[in-house]
């Protein structure tokens, strides 16, 4: 039982990290549990290392250097261990100290504690102190601490090194035959740049050992034909893996061959490493699995067992990491990498796909084999797959990390039901996106937000319809049905992408060329006048207009339509003709055909996407161009501008109301005493971390001060709990006004007859208040408010929320109730840039009655766009706030006006990519 004097323990803390290498670790706080396995992991550790760590030889830790070690308050002394099955490889500590370089309290300042790493030295270059850095970093930074301090021996380059590249504010000096280091720990862009870079590396790499291995046992081969097991060990022979294949059945009586393999009944049978296990055993049997390849060293696991509860599957991940391996599944079909230095095929299919530059990733195995067979008749070749499944480990955000550094990939198509890390994903899309084009279809999009049954990602309260938005935004392809992926992927692995929308159609049957003209029209595209080659036209015809078209400067793109001529014509000239054509334009060219057979598989063969109608070939063109035109804008990202704001008196006020209304003012606040008292459980105690973010609302003084702090002027709206205090507020603000309620179901209701506008003297005013009052009730249920009227103008929404997956979102619409009605309101990540916020403007449906529709006097979308940026960095600047509400602003052309305005507020989370890296823990 927990006693005063001992800490709660900060489980919120632990963490799964990948490491240089790909495999993985378990980083925790340390515990007086930890003495044992402390006292054989420093025994383990060479000399050199203890030297390098305490400055003199210190060949083992006495009993109270073990003591000091393992027990610590967590708040200014703190531990963490890095450990794999359940063995510590490596530790951080912090000691919180003063100037002077004494011990130092929470409620000292400076902010500064002292740092020092010690790694096993057989771990020693698997990136362990990095990673540890960043998370001592991270708990430093909860903790009130802004400092670290490192006294580092001058020949021990390597933790030198660490401390140097983390990308942290550094100062070094050289005293008393030692190194010293300060670094300052608040995230920089490089300090976030190298973390990001560390990220990308370690996962990618997790992913190629999954991917390139060079041997791999199939666990749960049957004896005769049938089952996955012995499905997939026949699709790896058929392949032609060039690695080494062995066959696991824990029945086995004696066979030394399985299906043309090296047979034995347990991973740990098999006489030499094995880098990649694929289980195909009952749900029941893959802990037993799961332990021997653990114990054997296997680097990673592709679970196809299915009839896993969301429990078992977060029991499959800890249990694996634990060993340091990385899981794909449950309930995956499997991996395929067809590199012919690798030609692997992990799967139940038997056909492997012909070697190309897309790849595919797809939690659904039966959309993957859907999939993989419209490639395979595109003709699009294959250069990795990866089917998660459940995607209780490996997620699509580890397998575009890996496609991002992957030469042999140029094109990512995706099938997602469910996205754990959004705000992760547009990250990583956003930066592979300039290069390589990804597609994304996503599934069960109007399940409420909820993952399919049996998925390990969390619900997200993020619309779907927003999470489609900001994947746009970062240049994702997202496409409604996988027909229309295959469709947009052929095009983009076979041909350039378009300078522009404009189009050239030509063809030998004006019908379908005219229907082409159509769809482009519908799908954004400029078609320009067709050309009519007739049903006579020759190979050479089309080849000689395909030709003149692509010449000429107006054409972006070609669209050819092509049905049987009158005259004979092989589908292998009509494909020559066409290909040699285009070749070497740098413009895109596809092709519509009508009962042609044999022109697909030709065309293919010569990297021309062919359709069978024309609105799939424009939809595929149409994305290829808005493609484009996203690239040459991310090559002009914008920038987040400079603004005259008080982020220091904003950031006391937000301290106030977070904390300050709960305590004494001016009472100093233990760090210690609150880590206590956030929860409990029997030995240790544990911080429950998303208990103690519930919002709370500001009140409207203190929301239009903190809105002032930032250029936010809000109208003040004066209580009128009478007619004679509201013809008071009038005499104050001056005529006209509007008198309106506040009540909740009336707010920003004017069509309930809860608001009274351009009211011009004290009689209209106590008329008004009692026509109010006598409709709609009383005073005290109303609560009526009187307000200066603001210059006429367009009424709009400025909003901006946190989710916990996404992120800070800005959001943009007109008020009313048409524009909620059709859900016409754009959003973009804070922090949004110049040229987010006129995107954001400008994207609505509506926006043309911002911009003088039918004759009108255009607003001044520029003070618009300036309150928009404003509301970003208010967001941005202070983790504390957790929704901001301006409405109406009435945006005059003129200026504008902010009538109403409401602001949450919480303890703030880390927030974004700020935080230390970790596996996600479903």
């Known amino acids: ?242 690695g080494r294949t062995y066959a696991v059945n824990h029945a086995l009586d004696g066979a030394l061959d399985l299906g043309g393999a090296a047979a034995f009944r347990s991973v740990r049978d098999v006489p030499e490493t094995v880098d990649l296990a694929v289980v195909a055993v009952p749900a029941g049997q893959v802990a037993s699995v799961v332990d021997a390849c653990g114990e054997h060293g296997v680097q990673g696991l592709v679970v196809l067992s299915a009839a896993f509860t969301r429990e078992g599957q977060r029991e499959l991940v800890r249990h694996a990491r634990s060993y340091g391996m990385r899981v794909i599944g449950p309930n995956a079909l499997g991996v395929i990498n067809t590199a012919p230095a690798v030609r692997l095929n992990a799967t139940p299919s038997p056909h492997m796909p012909r070697h190309g530059r897309v790849g595919l990733f797809t939690q659904s195995g039966a959309i993957g084999i859907a999939l993989l067979e419209g490639l395979h008749r595109r003709g699009a070749g294959l250069s990795t797959f990866v089917s998660a499944g459940n995607r209780a480990d490996v997620s699509g955000n580890d397998v575009l990390q890996f496609w991002d550094e992957d030469p042999g990939t140029d094109v990512a198509l995706m099938y997602l039901e469910s996205i754990g890390n959004p705000r992760k994903f547009t990250r990583l899309a956003k930066r592979i996106s300039v290069r390589k084009p990804v597609v994304v279809v996503k599934g069960a999009r109007h399940s409420g937000s909820a993952p399919p049954p049996g998925h390990a990602a969390p619900a997200s309260r993020t619309p779907a319809a927003t999470v489609s938005a900001l994947l746009r935004q970062a240049g994702v392809i997202t496409v409604d049905t996988v027909t229309e992926q295959v469709d947009a992927g052929a095009l983009l692995a076979f041909q350039p992408l378009p300078a522009g929308p404009r189009v050239a159609l030509l063809g030998n049957t ?38 003149e078209v692509l010449a000429d400067s107006q054409t972006d793109a070609v669209l050819v339509t092509a049905v049987p001529g009158v005259g004979e014509m092989s589908v292998d000239a009509l494909a020559d003709a066409l290909a040699g054509s285009a070749a070497g334009s740098g413009k895109p060219l596809a092709v519509v055909h009508l009962a042609i057979p044999g022109l697909d598989e030709a065309l293919a063969e010569r990297s021309v996407p062919g359709y069978p109608a024309p609105e799939r070939a424009v939809r595929a063109l149409a994305h290829a161009v808005r493609h484009a035109g996203w690239r040459r804008e991310a090559q002009q990202p914008g920038r987040v501008p400079q603004l005259a704001v008080d982020e220091a008196a904003a950031a006391r006020l937000m301290e106030h109301a977070t904390h300050g209304d709960h305590a004494p003012t001016g009472a100093p606040r233990d760090p210690a005493a609150q880590v206590a008292g956030r929860g409990e459980r029997p030995s240790p105690a544990v911080v429950t971390e998303p208990e103690r973010h519930r919002s709370l609302p500001l009140g409207p003084a203190r929301t239009a001060e903190l809105l002032g702090h930032y250029g936010i002027p809000v109208q003040p709206a004066l209580p009128a709990r009478s007619a ?17 309620t506040t009540a909740p179901h009336l707010r920003h209701r004017a069509d309930l007859g809860g608001v009274r506008l351009d ?48 992120g800070a979102v800005l959001s943009f619409g007109l008020a009313g109730a048409p524009s909620e009605l059709l859900g016409d309101t754009a959003h973009r990540l804070v922090p949004a840039t110049d040229r987010e916020v006129q995107e954001l403007v400008r994207s609505l449906r509506a926006a043309p009655l911002l911009f003088g529709w039918r004759g009108a006097q255009p607003v001044d979308t520029a003070a618009l766009e300036n309150l928009l940026l404003r509301v970003s960095r208010l967001l941005d600047d202070h983790p504390q706030i957790v929704a901001v509400d301006l409405e109406p602003v009435v945006v005059a052309p003129l200026g504008l006006t902010v009538l109403g305005a409401a602001v949450r507020v919480a303890e703030g989370l880390p927030r974004g990519d700020l935080g230390r890296r970790t596996l996600p823990a479903y």
């Open 1 to 242: 039982m927990q006693t005063p004097a001992e800490p709660a323990y900060p489980a919120h803390w632990e963490a799964d990290v990948v490491l240089r290498d790909g495999g993985t670790a378990r980083v925790r706080p340390i515990t007086p549990e930890d003495a044992d396995r402390l006292v054989a992991f420093y025994e383990q550790v060479s000399d050199e290392s203890k030297y390098y760590r305490f400055f003199a030889p210190y060949p083992r830790l006495s009993d109270r250097d073990v003591r000091r070690f393992t027990h610590h308050d967590y708040v200014d002394r703190v531990g963490l261990a890095a450990t794999v099955r359940g063995e510590i490889i490596a530790t951080v500590r912090y000691d919180r100290i003063d100037d002077d370089g004494r011990p130092a309290h929470a409620t000292q300042e400076p902010g500064q504690a002292e740092v020092a790493f010690l790694v096993q030295d057989s771990h020693q270059g698997r990136g362990l102190a990095s990673a540890l850095l960043e998370h001592i970093g991270a708990v430093a930074r909860e903790r009130g601490i802004r400092r670290f301090l490192a006294e580092v021996l001058p020949a021990n380059n390597k933790m030198i090194k660490v401390f140097t590249d983390a990308g942290y504010s550094q100062r070094r000096s050289f005293e008393d035959g030692s190194v010293h280091l300060t670094l300052d720990i608040e995230p920089t862009e490089a300090s976030l740049a190298v973390m990001h870079a560390r990220e990308q590396r370690a996962e990618s790499r997790s992913v190629q050992r999954l991917l390139a291995p060079a041997s791999v046992a199939v666990v749960g081969v049957s004896r005769t034909s049938g089952g996955a097991g012995r499905t997939v060990l026949e699709s790896l022979r058929s392949a032609g893996f060039t």
């Open 510 to 547: 004006e019908s379908l060329t005219l229907l082409t003209h159509d769809a482009c029209l519908t799908d954004g595209l400029r078609p320009l006048p067709t050309h009519d080659l007739t049903t006579a036209a020759t190979a050479d015809d089309f080849h000689d207009a395909v030709r």
């Open 759 to 806: 009211v011009a003297s004290k009689h209209q005013l106590r008329r008004a208040y009692t026509e109010l009052t006598d409709s709609l009730g009383g005073a005290a249920e109303l609560r009526p408010v009187v307000q200066a009227m603001a210059p006429r103008g367009v009424d709009t929404v400025i909003r901006a929320a946190v989710d916990p997956s996404v």
């Open 724 to 740: 004679d205090d509201a013809v008071a507020a009038a005499r104050r603000l001056g005529y006209p006004v509007a008198l309106k």
